[in-house]
C-alpha cells in the first residue's frame, strides 16, 4: 500500500510505501517518520498515488491557474 503524506519539514507532498518506516523527502531529504504522520490518502498502486498528488496539487492553484500563497498575520 502507498501513503500520500506531507513533509513534516518542507510541507510538500511525497509517495511512501507503507511497508517502510521512515522515507526521505526527494525534495529537501529530511528524513520522516511515517509512524504518527498524517496520512493525505491511500491507494494500493504508485500510479493511483501519483495520480492523487497531481489532483491534489491541482486543487491547491487558485482559479487564474496561479498556486494560492498562505498569508500570515503580523
Do not use: D, W
Amino acid at each position: 500500500m502507498y501513503l500520500i503524506v506531507n513533509c513534516t519539514s518542507c510541507g510538500k507532498l511525497l509517495i511512501a510505501n507503507s511497508i517502510n518506516k521512515t522515507k526521505a523527502c526527494p525534495h529537501c531529504g529530511f528524513k520522516i517518520k511515517l509512524f504518527g504522520t498524517k496520512i493525505i490518502a491511500r491507494t494500493e498502486s504508485s500510479y493511483h498515488a501519483v495520480e492523487l498528488i497531481q489532483k491534489l496539487k491541482e486543487a491547491k492553484k487558485g482559479k487564474n491557474g496561479n498556486p494560492v500563497f498562505k498569508t500570515f498575520k503580523r
